[in-house]
């Protein structure tokens, strides 16, 4: 079944201990993004990759690392985690570009404390 | 900067046709798409337009005129499963990026 795979699906976590969102697809696509979701601001691009060792900054991507060393796995990095980034996080990939359709894994709500 | 409207509520009752409009103010239009959204879960796609003109996909049709950068989502037939978050974003593309902009989203409450 094509997929996109986000774990955790839930985390609480504290102020400033490094965690690490899991993302990964099996559908052989070179676009992988980040979202995260607040109320009223809906979807806000974190970063994406276009390829492998290939990564971009979207539009809030301050407080966050990423990086693509292999085409399915697209993990997000918080090296030290505020409660500002308390928020739901959704991964997504397509296969060539932003424009192709979009799979979105079930999406990761953290909570930082 | 780059700005996507859309109504943030509408409205509706079962077998009913609504209309949700997006429009944008974005540089380097590549195409305007939208996304399904039910409470909590993943954004599922719907449709894309590149050029202008009307795609139909079922009970779901999507049009797009470039020259007022203006589109919507058209739903017919009403069902109370299609009550949730409709969203529009346009592909941009600036110097090296190729990003998604999105709306914050169209709320849809479908009424028996």
């Known amino acids: 079944e094509a997929q996109v795979t986000q774990n955790p699906r839930y985390l609480i976590t504290v102020t400033g201990k490094k965690l690490t969102v899991t993302c990964s697809q099996n559908m052989n696509h070179e676009y992988m993004s980040w979202y995260r979701q607040d109320p009223g601001l809906g979807l806000r691009q974190i970063y994406y990759?276009?390829?492998?060792?290939?990564?971009d900054k979207g539009d809030v991507p301050e407080g966050y690392k990423v990086s693509r060393k292999e085409k399915r796995n697209f993990p997000l990095i918080l090296e030290s985690p505020s409660p500002n980034q308390t928020s739901l996080y959704f991964c997504?990939?397509?296969?060539?570009?932003?424009?192709?359709?979009?799979?979105f894994g079930q999406g990761t709500r953290l909570t930082v404390v | 900067g780059q700005s996507l409207e859309q109504p943030s509520e509408v409205t509706a009752v079962e077998g009913a046709i609504v209309q949700i409009n997006c429009t944008y103010q974005t540089s380097g239009f590549y195409g305007l798409s939208w996304y399904q959204q039910h409470d909590g879960g993943a954004p599922t796609f719907l449709s894309y337009?590149?050029l202008d003109g009307l795609e139909e996909t079922g009970r779901f049709s999507s049009f797009l005129s470039r020259s007022d950068s203006y589109g919507y989502l058209l739903l017919q037939e009403l069902q109370m499963k299609d009550s949730a978050s409709y969203f529009c974003?346009?592909?941009?593309?600036?110097?090296?990026?190729?990003?998604?902009?999105w709306g914050l989203g169209t709320s849809l409450a479908v009424n028996p």
């Open positions: 990759s276009m390829n492998v060792e290939v990564t």
């Open positions: 997504a990939s397509s296969l060539a570009g932003p424009n192709t359709e979009a799979f």
């Open positions: 337009n590149a």
């Open positions: 974003a346009v592909r941009v593309n600036a110097g090296n990026n190729r990003k998604l902009i």
